[in-house]
């Protein structure tokens, strides 16, 4: 499997996806391909995304299946039937089971909307105006069994306004996601991501 193979899942809308397509169109996910959407709502808008781009699609309802790791036993056989190598999440509402996480350990990565290890779990955003920070801003972390607690690959900071929303925050927060995103995709699958215990390096070559 290499790592250049890219499998994406998704779970709703689907912004993130349609970045990580305009950044390999622009040539910006070095040598990654994105071969295959995962979702686990068929009926979400990220499946038009997917069919409009042209990119293959697994959609599944886990309810179909007996068990969440039947669910994911099945999405590991089209993973390894297509060489996918590595696995983005980019708003797929779901745990994951030892059944993908074991075959892909170190392999998969997701983004979430604040500076991690602040405000894990659901609405960060809404986490970080009820705080009060004046700091938040997008991570990018290894997915291991727990709920965003995977070591940290890269972050960038956003300035929480004084007048800000849910809305006004978020709005800034997804320009960085849309940027921050591809250029990690691009950089693990050229193969310049390396990991030592917790800590993430980035080679510039």
């Known amino acids: 499997m290499q790592l250049s193979r890219i499998a994406v899942f998704a779970s ?14 622009a040539g910006l996910l070095g040598e990654g391909n994105i071969e295959l959407l995962v979702s686990d709502k068929p009926e979400a808008p990220v499946a038009k995304r997917a069919e409009d781009a042209g990119i293959p699609a697994l959609l599944l309802r886990p ?19 297509r060489e996918i190598g590595l696995v983005v999440l980019a708003g797929y509402m779901r745990l994951i089971t030892p059944v993908l996480l074991t075959p892909y350990a170190g392999r998969i990565i997701n983004i979430h909307p604040s500076l991690l290890p602040a405000f894990a779990g659901k609405d960060a955003i ?4 009820d705080y009060g920070v004046k700091l938040t801003g997008v991570s990018v972390h290894f997915v291991d069994g727990g709920m965003d607690t995977g070591p940290v690959i890269a972050q960038r900071s956003v300035v929480v306004q004084d007048n800000d929303t849910a809305d006004s925050l978020a709005e800034r927060i997804h320009k960085v996601e849309y940027e921050l995103y591809p250029e990690v995709v691009g950089a693990f699958a050229s193969g310049k991501v390396e990991l030592s215990g917790r800590k993430t390096i980035i080679r510039e070559k």
């Open 126 to 129: 809404g986490q970080a105006l």
């Open 63 to 81: 309810k179909d299946f007996a068990s969440r790791e039947l669910y994911e036993a099945e999405i590991v056989a089209e993973l390894q039937q």
């Open 12 to 25: 709703g809308q689907g912004s993130n996806f349609a970045a990580l397509i305009d950044a390999q169109r």
